[in-house]
């Protein structure tokens, strides 16, 4: 029986393509999504990967919805947290609510997706927990004190998580991906991507496929000695 997988934020851009490769790999594969029905609906229809509306950063939710795909797909052994949300301001101008935001959605959604399968995992002695973070979490970034912060947390958190657990034959790990070519890059001006771009050693932007293989690998067999790991992927412009 194939592993199901849950993927964050799964219906778009980076989430997206983990979906589509872990379904490629031969999992069952589940996304999440918190807002547009219209685009989720397409997505699963045009991949055939069932979609689950629910708010990672809201704890009941996200235990309840959980239960609901275990019950309705199957146990759950890979978890990707890829959701995450922006609120960009510098520390003066952000409000309390901006800022609470965002380290509920980034950093709780990872807190309540492992509360959520980490003691079915215990119990089959397998899983995989993968937590996207960001290069804005190692290196921060002018006015994302709040997301810099959650990602930069995201990465502690998988280091004293892994901890936990390794006896389990469940490794945890991260990914903090540079700037890829994504709807939310594609928006930022063109003058400010060229900047971007010019102080990316590689000389140009990633691609979501390219996060995504680094989460098939991570996923797998082949993975297994691999636990409490940040991956880097963002073509030598931050070397962590």
Known sequence: MAHVAVVTGGTRGIGRAICEALKEDGFTVVANYGGNDEKARAFSDETGIP??????????????????????????????????????????????????DVMRTNLGGCFNMAKATFEG???????????????????????????????????????????????YGITVNAIAPGYIDTDMVAAVPENVLEKIVAKIPVGRLGQASEIARGVSFLASEQGAFVTGSTLSINGGQHMY
């Open 121 to 167: 995992m215990k119990g089959r002695k397998w899983g995989r927990i993968i937590n996207i973070g960001s290069i804005n979490g190692q290196a921060g970034q002018y006015g994302q004190v709040n997301y810099a912060a959650a990602k930069s947390g995201i990465h502690g958190f998988t280091k004293a998580l892994a901890q936990e657990g390794a006896r």
């Open 51 to 100: 979609v689950y509306k629910f708010d990672v950063g809201d704890h009941e939710g996200t235990m309840a919805a959980c239960k609901k795909i275990a019950e309705e797909v199957g146990p759950i052994d890979v978890v990707v947290n890829n959701a995450g949300i922006t609120r960009d301001g510098t520390l003066l101008k952000m409000s309390y609510e901006e800022w609470d």
